[in-house]
């Protein structure tokens, strides 16, 4: 799995951290998503695809 995010969709509503924290973090300044792991190891995926899927901004992106 590789996770791509696009900051300039971001809308700082931090469900990819509630999420997945081991994954996601926000910039403190203005919430942005920060990307902490690309390539995340097999247990963080379920974490990952929920993140994407509750991201309301669609700016988290995986491939498998």
């Not at 809308?11 to 994954?23: E, I, P, S």
């Not at 942005?32 to 247990?43: F, H, R, S, Y």
């Given at each position: 799995?590789?996770?791509?995010?696009?900051?300039?969709k971001c809308v700082g509503a931090g469900q990819c951290v509630?999420?997945?924290?081991?994954?996601?973090?926000?910039?403190?300044?203005?919430?942005?998503?920060?990307?902490?792991?690309?390539?995340?190891?097999?247990?963080?995926?379920?974490?990952?695809?929920?993140?994407?899927?509750?991201?309301?901004?669609?700016?988290?992106?995986?491939?498998?």
């Amino acid at each position: 799995m590789k996770v791509i995010i696009d900051e300039d969709k971001c809308v700082g509503a931090g469900q990819c951290v509630l999420a997945a924290d081991q994954v996601f973090d926000q910039r403190e300044d203005d919430g942005v998503v920060v990307l902490l792991d690309a390539l995340p190891p097999e247990d963080q995926h379920s974490a990952v695809e929920d993140a994407a899927a509750r991201c309301p901004a669609l700016a988290i992106e995986v491939l498998k």
